[in-house]
């Protein structure tokens, strides 16, 4: 079995080598090859993948190259993690729309708007020439914007399946707190791409005793504290929203924040320093403790899990993935992308069925989704008014005078990326 990673030469992907050497039996790899443009930092992450693999016996080949259509060319899934313009442009992404008073981040607001304009038209690219190589080849999308950019590749006829980690992170952190081991753990997880709510946590499968209020009662104060969100707000809504929902729910107090501190990215961009160094070590021969740190808790396991179920292997049943609506949400088109639990096999994946959405969230989950049509809309096709139309709709943006603004900040901080521009 063949697998290629496009952004190979990311600090992540260390994390991705240790959960295919250590999960073996799930996704037996004969060939893995990393494919980057980056041809120093791409061969520190391949020395080290090759070292992983040997700690741990695998006698899978690692393949290093710079080469797109000679990495992908053969294989049976193809796993994209890229970030066009690096942690420069997420940089960029996290500050200009603070002089507008609007939230700065990468994947969400305005900075998600940037980044979803760079990366859609470089990911159909990609994937273009991975089904002229392989047209049965399945696309893993873990680059973000991860909704949009699915959205982009299913629309473009791909076989395609979005993931993410916050749902994992959510399974594995409820199953330590209930002392149950996390495939004992099923998700009631709904909405969008980093726009979800946790409704019910669930032992033994989609039908099992529904143990979240017992979770709220007991743990209720460590969760609220790693969302950053009061516990009252918790106590009320009777769900665990995602991380990504503050940005929402606390707008303006966040916006204080990020206005007194670094950006995220300058701290990763350290990290990655640090980390590329340590990767050179020829004595290093595992994933190192500071990665942790640098985010993609449990992506590996997801991304095996995803891999081994798409090609027939050992995955497990039910996934939280992205993947088309049809239906399962009745107040959204079918062809919007959400993220919810799945059937997953070699067919794809296949939505489970979903209770009624309260409108606390089906409102706000309709009106993200809006956003997001408007967004591929600019990315596929560009212009300053469709841009400035994708702002308007945002909930995080919302005034004509902050569009107006932004569209400025974000084609001029993003011209050398949009070909329109």
């Excluded at 393949?63 to 997420?90: C, F, I, K």
């Excluded at 665990?240 to 924040?257: G, K, T």
Aim: charged residues 20%; proline residues 6%.
């Amino acid at each position: 079995m063949k697998l290629a990673v496009v952004g190979g030469g990311s600090t992540y992907t260390p994390e991705l080598i240790d959960g295919f050497a250590r999960l073996r039996d799930t996704l037996p790899l004969t060939e893995l090859v990393l494919v980057d443009p980056a041809a120093e930092r791409l061969e520190l992450v391949g020395g080290l993948a090759r070292r992983i693999f040997a700690k741990q016996d695998h006698d899978g080949e690692v393949v290093t190259t710079s080469d797109l259509d000679a990495g992908v060319e053969g294989a049976d899934a193809v796993l994209l993690q890229l970030r066009v313009g690096g942690q420069a442009a997420r940089e960029q992404d996290e500050t200009w729309p603070l002089e507008c008073g609007c939230v700065g981040q990468e994947t969400t607001g305005a900075g998600g708007l940037a980044k979803a304009l760079r990366t859609v038209p470089v990911v159909l690219d990609i994937a273009e020439r991975v089904r002229r190589a392989n047209p049965d080849a399945w696309i893993i999308d873990f680059t973000n914007p991860v909704g949009i950019v699915t959205r982009a590749l299913l629309r473009a006829g791909h076989k395609a399946v979005g993931l993410c980690n916050v749902a994992i992170g959510f399974q594995r952190k409820f199953a330590k707190l209930l002392g149950v081991t996390p495939s004992e753990v099923h998700l009631d997880h709904v909405g969008l791409n980093h726009l979800t709510w946790e409704r019910a946590v669930r032992l033994g499968g989609p039908e099992g005793e529904d143990v979240l209020p017992r979770l709220l009662a007991g743990h209720g104060d460590a969760i609220a504290g790693d969302l950053r969100l009061p516990r009252p707000v918790l106590d009320l809504l009777g769900v665990v929203p995602s991380y990504y929902l503050r940005y929402f729910y606390a707008h303006d107090e966040v916006v204080r924040e990020l206005g007194t501190k670094p950006s995220r990215a300058a701290e990763v961009a350290a990290m990655e320093r640090e980390l590329l160094e340590m990767y050179g070590d020829p004595a290093l021969d595992e994933k190192p403790a500071l990665l942790a740190k640098r985010g993609g808790a449990f992506y590996s396991e997801a991304a095996v899990d995803l891999a081994a179920s798409l090609l027939g292997g050992g995955g497990s049943p039910y996934q939280v993935v992205n993947t088309y609506n049809n239906g399962t949400l009745p107040f959204l088109p079918d062809d919007a992308v959400i993220e919810t639990q799945a059937a997953v096999g070699a067919h794809g994946a296949t939505p489970l069925p979903v209770a009624p959405v309260d409108p606390l969230y089906a409102g706000l989950i309709a009106n993200v989704t809006a956003y997001e049509d408007l967004a591929l809309e600019a990315a596929l096709l560009g212009g300053r008014d469709r841009v400035f139309k994708a702002l308007l709709a945002h909930p995080l943006v919302g005034q004509y005078a902050y569009a107006d603004g932004l569209a400025d900040r974000l084609i001029a901080h993003n011209r050398e990326h949009l070909a329109w521009a």
